[in-house]
T-cell receptor
Framework: EDQVTQSPEALRLQEGESSSLNCSYTVSGLRGLFWYRQDPGKGPEFLFTLYSAGEEKEKERLKATLTKKESFLHITAPKPEDSATYLCAVQAVRGSARQLTFGSGTQLTVLP | DGGITQSPKYLFRKEGQNVTLSCEQNLNHDAMYWYRQDPGQGLRLIYYSQIVNDFQKGDIAEGYSVSREKKESFPLTVTSAQKNPTAFYLC????????????FGSGTRLTVV
């Protein structure tokens, strides 16, 4: 059974204080690891897809990395507008269908 | 702009009532999904469909039903058999292999009154 565990559950940072969010996973036949941002009362917004160990992707203050067992979302010099819940998900093939299994998310609060 | 439209944004259900959540996409995606999100939990898969007139149960399909008569539409019915339906429901679609990620709608919050 595919499993995704995110830590910490909640993180409070001061503006400018860099940190990392962790996503550890167990999956048979990984077909991509996804990071999403979700604001309260809204649907998740796609950030990155990573496919192989060693791969890195960046977008503004965010950088995602992938190893064989976990992924990190690094946030450099965060701003209050980065406050949101960050979701990690793994895509695998079950039968003939590609499906996502999600972690429970990390709720990030950036204080001014 | 292409995207997924979910309606209504808020929905209230009385005990014993069936309700239908709408999901429409204009992205020309073949695969569509319904997820349920509860506080402090990850998204859980209810149903998915890879092509028109075909759909499969996800991890928590009991008490739900779907149809896929058109490529653009994937409505979800929450039946009276679903004993704990209060949750945030999200519809998503995927392009091809999913390299551009799954696109999500803005969600429907269902509350039992």
């Amino acid at each position: 059974e595919d499993q995704v565990t995110q830590s910490p559950e909640a993180l409070r940072l001061q503006e400018g204080e860099s940190s990392s969010l962790n996503c550890s996973y167990t999956v048979s036949g990984l077909r991509g690891l996804f990071w999403y941002r979700q604001d309260p009362g809204k649907g998740p917004e796609f950030l990155f897809t990573l496919y192989s160990a060693g791969e890195e992707k960046e977008k503004e203050r965010l950088k995602a990395t992938l190893t064989k067992k976990e992924s990190f979302l690094h946030i450099t010099a965060p701003k209050p507008e980065d406050s949101a819940t960050y979701l990690c998900a793994v895509q695998a093939v079950r039968g003939s269908a590609r499906q996502l299994t999600f972690g429970s998310g990390t709720q990030l609060t950036v204080l001014p | 702009d292409g995207g997924i439209t979910q309606s209504p944004k808020y929905l209230f259900r009385k005990e014993g009532q069936n309700v239908t959540l709408s999901c429409e996409q204009n992205l020309n995606h073949d695969a569509m999904y319904w997820y349920r999100q509860d506080p402090g939990q990850g998204l859980r898969l209810i149903y998915y469909s890879q092509i028109v007139n075909d759909f499969q149960k996800g991890d928590i399909a009991e008490g739900y039903s779907v149809s896929r008569e058109k490529k653009e539409s994937f409505p979800l019915t929450v039946t009276s058999a679903q004993k704990n339906p209060t949750a945030f429901y999200l519809c998503a679609s995927r392009d091809g292999l999913g390299r551009l990620g799954y696109t999500f709608g803005s969600g429907t919050r269902l509350t039992v009154v």
